[in-house]
């Protein structure tokens, strides 16, 4: 468990202490295929590490009745449901595991307290944790543009 958060990009660079106290926080959960992990506008309370697995990001638009909007599809090593622990906003989307999948979970509770109690592990997971949200951020945006131009071309 430790080479996984040591390899996750948000713990990457962090002293062994460091990681160590982040794995005393986290509990492994194993889900079927098919297995809801969370829902879209649940209350959200952890985020989710993916130890071995596969896990399907989905989006319900309100009175689309063509079914859920495939976001993304995550594979061993990534995280989700970190957007939360930033903002306390519900969740944007559903986590749903796509085959049999461990993941760990670690609380937003357990980990503020963890942050709490360390300010320079405090400003280099907050400091990941933005410039993760910022990569995601920019894809989007080329993601719009590519989208809005194949769009115009069609006009």
Request: charged fraction near 25%.
């Amino acid at each position: 468990m430790i080479k996984l958060l040591e390899n996750l990009y948000i713990f990457r660079g962090l002293s062994d202490d460091d990681i160590s106290r982040i794995e005393a926080i986290a509990e492994l959960e194993s889900y079927s295929s098919g297995d809801l992990i969370f829902r879209q506008n649940d209350a959200a309370d952890a985020f989710f590490v993916i130890q071995h697995g596969t896990v399907n990001i989905e989006l319900d638009e309100e009175g689309d009745t063509s079914g859920p909007i495939a976001v993304a599809t995550l594979g061993t090593g990534s995280h989700f449901g970190e957007m939360a622990f930033l903002d306390n906003q519900p969740r944007s989307a559903s986590a749903i595991a796509a085959s049999y999948s461990d993941i760990l979970r670690i609380g937003y509770s357990a980990m503020k307290e963890v942050l709490e109690s360390d300010s320079a592990l405090s400003i280099h997971v907050y400091k990941q944790l933005a410039r993760f949200m910022c990569s995601r951020l920019r894809l989007t945006t080329l993601d719009l543009k590519y989208e809005r131009s194949q769009n115009l071309g069609h006009l």
